[in-house]
Nanobody, 124 residues
Framework: QVQLVESGGGLVQPGGSLSLSCVAS????????MSWFRQGPGKGLEWVSG????????TYHDSVKGRFTISRDHIKKTLYLQMNSLKPEDTAVYFC?????????????????WGQGTQVTVSS
């Protein structure tokens, strides 16, 4: 069955960096667009970044542009999110998700499979 397993979260000071990973199994990873979402304390799910199946097209929420980088490794079947210059407002549970639409949209209803999430806390 399809599984998405995130890791790499933790506690970091403002201005610091973290690298999240999402290991995929149970489907042809290289043929699906993928995205990262996040859910902050008391907030709804927010799309963060997306990448097409080939890894050649990436998109970002305005709030993370220039700070976050999404990438993927088809051999390792892994999706990544490199997060730099972290801010307290980046504190959230981060989820990876598989798009069912052929492209990485910003809409949660376009994603069929989700990971369990990894907690990122930015605090001094």
């Amino acid at each position: 069955q399809v599984q998405l397993v995130e890791s790499g979260g933790g506690l970091v000071q403002p201005g610091g960096s973290l690298s999240l990973s999402c290991v995929a199994s149970g489907f042809a990873f290289s043929t699906y667009a993928m995205s990262w979402f996040r859910q902050g304390p008391g907030k709804g799910l927010e799309w963060v970044s997306g990448i097409n199946s080939g890894g050649t097209v990436t998109t970002y929420h305005d709030s993370v542009k220039g700070r976050f980088t999404i990438s993927r490794d088809h051999i390792k079947k892994t999706l990544y999110l490199q997060m730099n210059s972290l801010k307290p407002e980046d504190t959230a549970v981060y989820f990876c998700a598989q798009s069912s639409q052929g492209i990485a949209t910003m809409e949660t209803e376009d994603y069929r499979y989700w990971g369990q999430g990894t907690q990122v806390t930015v605090s001094s």
